[in-house]
């Protein structure tokens, strides 16, 4: 419960998305609930409020059950006499008077959208109504490469991937940090992937091979949105922006092997390994499955 009384959305509660209607008045709070109005009454009158002397009593308290109208029936701790307190007193009196209870059981109404029914969907548009997505990078997932290379992928873009900088940045690493490929530069997930000279060169041959202009990206993001500019046709993209992600997974297993097997690679042994894995995963798993091989290396089959 205090959670949710504490949840608030640009400056509003969510409790005040409920409100009250009062049927016989046995269960919603007089002073502390909203039902009269949109706040609840201790919030819109607090002088009166302060000279209650019962601070949790039930509408059914104060209202007249005979003619379900307000009673008049007071539990001042003192009369209102101040400027304060008779002005509020007017405004309540004067809201009070057009109150007449249903007669029904009391009940709670969401109001806090277009729609009229309470459900947990409602509550999570109000909760994330005020956040601001804009300039959040939304990772698309490419279905015809395997979970695991999307998964690299997806954790590789926000940085979260075993690099030598996130390795020594939580003191698990403190040695050498220069990139293993190129022996030049620091080794992150930026480096690796985008602007180390080895990987630059299999996006380059990647370029040549797909027949798209070279490719030059400023960020990490820039590399997954790649197919979106360029220029191909819908299933050319589709293709493309898999083949970025095999490169990054092959990318990958080059420096794990060069690291911990010291086995040597150069730019176009890793971009063979994208054309056969690609080819693998994309003639089983996309729905162009009679790709033969001589047409997708020529990458004219779209
Ligand atoms: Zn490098």
Redesign the pocket.
């Known amino acids: 419960m205090s959670s949710i009384s504490a949840s608030k959305v640009g400056g509003i509660k969510l409790l005040q998305n409920f409100k009250g209607v009062a049927g016989v008045g046995d269960s919603i709070k007089f002073w502390l609930d909203p039902w009269a109005c949109y706040d609840p009454l201790k919030d819109r009158f607090p002088a009166l409020f302060r000279l209650e002397s019962d601070k949790r009593c039930l509408i059914a308290d104060r209202f007249d059950s005979s003619i379900s109208a307000f009673s008049g029936k007071w539990g001042w701790s003192r009369v209102p006499y101040s400027e304060d307190e008779r002005r509020e007193w007017n405004s309540f009196i004067e809201l009070l008077d057009s109150v007449k209870l249903a007669g029904t059981g009391d009940r709670w109404v969401w109001i806090g959208g277009n729609e009229k029914e309470f459900s947990v969907r409602a509550v999570k548009s109000f909760l994330r109504s005020a956040t601001d997505f804009s300039n959040n990078f939304v990772f698309e997932w490419s279905k015809w490469v395997p979970k695991k290379v999307n998964i690299l992928v997806w954790r590789a873009q926000m940085g979260r991937i075993a690099t030598l900088d996130a390795l020594s940045k939580r003191n698990c690493f403190n040695g050498d940090e220069?990139?293993?490929?190129?022996?030049?530069?620091l080794?992150s997930a930026d480096?690796?992937f985008r602007?180390?000279?080895?990987?630059s060169e299999v996006w380059y041959l990647i370029s040549r091979w797909c027949n798209i202009s070279p490719i030059f990206a400023f960020s990490l993001e820039d590399l997954l949105e790649v197919h979106v500019f360029s220029g191909l046709g819908i299933k050319a993209k589709i293709a493309l922006k898999g083949i970025i992600m095999v490169g990054w997974w092959c990318i990958w297993i080059a420096r794990n092997n060069r690291r911990f097997s010291n086995k040597t690679c150069s730019a176009s042994s890793i971009v063979q390994d994208i054309k056969s894995l690609g080819f693998l995963w994309y003639s089983n798993r996309s729905r162009c499955r009679d790709i033969s091989w001589r047409d997708w290396l020529s990458f004219s089959f779209l």
């Open positions: 220069r990139c293993i490929l190129c022996n030049d530069g080794e480096h690796l602007s180390c000279s080895v990987a």
